[in-house]
């Protein structure tokens, strides 16, 4: 048995891990209730702090694994700077 996870080949030539594929395609076409609930409570935490400017908010874009259950910040303006650089 092999422990690699199998890739599967998108349209546009992309390669997306077998994982992924089985949690898409495990709810069809409809919203999974509990990622919904984890990205509104996300949203809705930064826009208080925006709205009462008590906290900092998040400086980039936000990236959430559901299947892991992890967060990633990406920086926009470091990811700008690298480009200029070359």
Same mark, same amino acid.
């Given at each position: 048995?092999?422990?690699?996870? *199998?890739?599967?080949? @998108?349209?546009?030539?992309?390669?997306?891990? #077998?994982? !992924? @594929? *089985? #949690? $898409?395609?495990?709810?069809?076409?409809?919203?999974?209730? @509990?990622? /919904? &609930?984890?990205?509104?409570?996300?949203?809705? #935490?930064? /826009?208080?702090?925006? $709205?009462?400017?008590?906290?900092?908010?998040?400086?980039? @874009?936000?990236? !959430?694994? &559901? $299947? +892991?259950?992890?967060?990633?910040?990406?920086?926009?303006? /470091?990811?700008?700077?690298? /480009?200029? +650089?070359?």
């Amino acid at each position: 048995m092999c422990d690699s996870p *199998q890739v599967v080949e @998108t349209g546009n030539g992309l390669p997306i891990s #077998e994982e !992924y @594929t *089985q #949690e $898409i395609t495990r709810c069809g076409a409809g919203e999974v209730h @509990t990622i /919904a &609930a984890v990205i509104g409570g996300i949203v809705s #935490e930064e /826009a208080i702090k925006i $709205i009462t400017k008590q906290f900092v908010p998040l400086k980039g @874009t936000l990236i !959430y694994n &559901a $299947i +892991r259950s992890t967060t990633l910040v990406v920086n926009s303006s /470091a990811c700008c700077s690298r /480009a200029a +650089r070359g």
